[in-house]
């Protein structure tokens, strides 16, 4: 009997919803059967749960994440 594999984009959609305004938590993604949540550190990572949704929680430690922004003159 073979289980069914989780909607990945519903469970990320559900995270974000959920987990999106903690603190230093950065983002989130998809990996190979897996949820990664972006973390700023290991003492967010250690707030979060393991699993989610009945997948398996991939934590990414990134730091700080800035959106980059293209100077102005190299935008031409």
Same mark, same amino acid.
């Given at each position: 009997? +073979?289980? +069914?594999? /989780? ?15 903690? /603190? ?16 700023? +550190?290991?003492? =967010? ?10 997948? /398996? =929680? ?19």
């Amino acid at each position: 009997m +073979s289980q +069914s594999q /989780p909607d990945m984009r519903a469970v990320k959609s559900a995270a974000k919803a959920e987990f999106g305004a903690t /603190p230093g938590v950065q983002g989130f993604g998809i990996g190979h059967g897996t949820l990664r949540i972006y973390v700023q +550190s290991a003492d =967010v990572r250690n707030q979060l749960p393991s699993t989610f949704q009945g997948v /398996p =929680v991939d934590f990414v430690v990134s730091g700080d994440i800035a959106a980059y922004r293209t100077p102005a003159h190299q935008t031409k």
